[in-house]
């Protein structure tokens, strides 16, 4: 069974630039979720997906921001326009209904 | 609001070293508690967990007890190897959400 694949695994932007970042699931996974880890610190909460519904996205930072998961299979994370702050490392993960997150190795931006 | 405190890295031990690596939480109730772990190259990987105070959970020689009287989840391991050199995370989540909330991360170099 393939993991939680993301792309790019990094990506180095100007600021003010556009990045999309995606995310596939595990197949079968309806719950998917969007973390970022910023500057070292402690990873945060961005959204969570319940197949195509927005469930939370309490964590997002600001409008410069739209994920989207159009017919509830992958997802995507657009920046828009990026600033220096974004820079980090962003983690998808998914999941059963219930059950262990199961998470992609990151993508990595950054912002000069 | 739910917070994980742990250990600031980095810590760099020597091969067959004991290594403990401290975590601390605050939180109403009783959330589930998670040890992650991020080797070089990899997705986030749960390493441990446990759900109720006095649980112990176990994996691949790490240990860490739920202590409710101390809201501790220390990560434990008797005999580090150069293999276990990754970023570790300690984490909690309520049963009622669907977020986890992260500590900062502590990276280990275990040095032959």
């Known amino acids: 069974e393939a993991g939680v694949t993301q792309f790019p695994s990094h990506s180095v932007i100007e600021k003010g630039q556009t990045v999309t970042l995606r995310c596939d699931p595990i197949?079968?996974?309806?719950?998917l979720y969007w973390y970022r880890r910023v500057m070292g610190k402690e990873i945060k909460f961005l959204l969570h997906?319940?197949?195509?519904?927005?469930?939370?996205e309490s964590g997002m930072p600001n409008n410069r921001f739209l994920a989207e998961r159009t017919g509830g299979t992958y997802s995507t994370l657009k920046v828009q326009p990026a600033e220096l702050e974004d820079s980090g490392v962003y983690f998808c993960?998914?999941?059963?209904?219930?059950?262990?997150?199961?998470f992609g190795e990151g993508s990595r931006l950054t912002v000069l | 609001g739910n917070s994980v405190t742990q250990m600031e890295g980095p810590v760099t031990l020597s091969e067959e070293a004991f290594l403990t690596i401290n975590c601390t939480y605050t939180a109403t109730g009783y959330p589930s508690l998670f040890w992650y772990v991020q080797y070089p190259g990899e997705g986030l990987q749960l390493l441990l967990k446990?759900?109720?105070?006095?649980d112990k959970g176990s994996n691949k020689g790490f240990e860490a007890t739920y202590r409710k009287e101390t809201t501790s989840f220390h990560l434990e391991k008797g005999s580090v190897q150069v293999s276990d050199s990754a970023v570790y995370f300690c984490?909690?989540?309520?049963?009622?959400?669907?977020?986890?909330?992260f500590g900062s991360g502590t990276q280990l170099t275990v040095l032959p």
């Open positions: 984490a909690l989540i309520y049963s009622s959400a669907r977020q986890l909330t």
């Open positions: 997906f319940v197949k195509e519904s927005k469930q939370d």
């Open positions: 993960a998914s999941s059963r209904e219930v059950g262990e997150l199961f």
């Open positions: 197949s079968g996974h309806d719950n």
């Open positions: 446990a759900t109720k105070a006095d």
